[in-house]
């Protein structure tokens, strides 16, 4: 799993967020911090806040590009 730069605490912030811009995501842990291109899973908010939503998104370059697709 993948996370997002910023601390969304919603999958409707993160959805408000790529419609504006492109969003930064990395791995944690010993498979990080880039995550490679192609559909990945993203969840939120960050630890240790337990997570509340998941995503599944494309990356392109390290980021979600504005205007993707966020299921």
């Given at each position: 799993?993948?996370?997002?730069?910023?601390?969304?605490?919603?999958?409707?912030?993160?959805?408000?967020?790529?419609?504006?811009?492109?969003?930064?995501?990395?791995?944690?842990?010993?498979?990080?911090?880039?995550?490679?291109?192609?559909?990945?899973?993203?969840?939120?908010?960050?630890?240790?806040?337990?997570?509340?939503?998941?995503?599944?998104?494309?990356?392109?370059?390290?980021?979600?590009p504005?205007?993707s697709?966020?299921?």
């Amino acid at each position: 799993m993948a996370y997002t730069k910023f601390n969304y605490k919603t999958i409707k912030a993160l959805r408000e967020a790529v419609k504006l811009c492109d969003v930064p995501v990395f791995q944690p842990g010993p498979f990080g911090p880039d995550v490679k291109d192609g559909k990945t899973s993203i969840e939120g908010p960050h630890y240790p806040e337990p997570h509340k939503w998941y995503a599944q998104v494309s990356i392109r370059g390290g980021v979600i590009p504005k205007g993707s697709r966020v299921i």
